[in-house]
T-cell receptor, first 115, second 112 residues
Framework: GENVEQHPSTLSVQEGDSAVIKCTYSDSASNYFPWYKQELGKRPQLIIDIRSNVGEKKDQRIAVTLNKTAKHFSLHITETQPEDSAVYFCAASIKRNTGRRALTFGSGTRLQVQP | DADVTQTPRNRITKTGKRIMLECSQT?????MYWYRQDPGLGLRLIYY???????NKGEISDGYSVSRQAQAKFSLSLESAIPNQTALYFC???????????FGQGTRLTVV
């Protein structure tokens, strides 16, 4: 199937703690895995992405890891701050019935950082 | 700044009415998408287009149709709106294969 599964659906952490969100995908030929952040009432915006030729990528407090063999990838946020509170979506470039690839999104994780 | 613009931003319509949501972009991207967002279901792909003459169904295309009038314009139509099409609709664009998608501001549609 053309699936991206995302867990957990909600996550509450204390300020300063780490947060981890995990996704699995079905298409073993997928090569592109972005993560989006959606603040309340706003549009989703890219925060980090990774391609299949790399196992890990880091940008300040945010990192993404990819395990192509197991077909899963994860978002890690360290030293969380209240402004990290949002809904996070993982996505994968999945081949569809048309033979073309398009981004398929997970169901989202609502992260709440408690001050 | 180059952007993706959706109109209208909010719309309330009655069951059975035909409605069109419009999307235009000044990013010069070739690919355009329509997604639907429902609580707990993420962003689901309705239709996508890689070029003016290219239209592809996504995972939830039933009850919807699209038109790619120009490289910069991609409209979504609900032929006969029903209440379970009440949702937040996003248009997105990207350039080439396996690249970042840029989203419009969203259209909140309510079907009563």
């Amino acid at each position: 199937g053309e699936n991206v599964e995302q867990h957990p659906s909600t996550l509450s952490v204390q300020e300063g703690d780490s947060a981890v969100i995990k996704c699995t995908y079905s298409d073993s030929a997928s090569n592109y895995f972005p993560w989006y952040k959606q603040e309340l009432g706003k549009r989703p915006q890219l925060i980090i992405d990774i391609r299949s030729n790399v196992g890990e990528k880091k940008d300040q407090r945010i990192a993404v890891t990819l395990n192509k063999t197991a077909k899963h990838f994860s978002l890690h946020i360290t030293e969380t701050q209240p402004e990290d509170s949002a809904v996070y979506f993982c996505a994968a470039s999945i081949k569809r019935n048309t033979g073309r690839r398009a981004l398929t999104f997970g169901s989202g994780t609502r992260l709440q950082v408690q001050p | 700044d180059a952007d993706v613009t959706q109109t209208p931003r909010n719309r309330i319509t009655k069951t059975g009415k035909r409605i069109m949501l419009e999307c235009s972009q000044t990013k010069g991207h070739d690919r355009m998408y329509w997604y639907r967002q429902d609580p707990g279901l993420g962003l689901r792909l309705i239709y996508y287009s890689f070029d003016v003459k290219d239209i592809n169904k996504g995972e939830i295309s039933d009850g919807y149709s699209v038109s790619r009038q120009a490289q910069a314009k991609f409209s979504l139509s609900l032929e006969s709106a029903i209440p379970n099409q009440t949702a937040l609709y996003f248009c997105a664009t990207s350039w080439g294969r396996d690249s970042e998608a840029f989203f419009g501001q969203g259209t909140r549609l309510t079907v009563v």
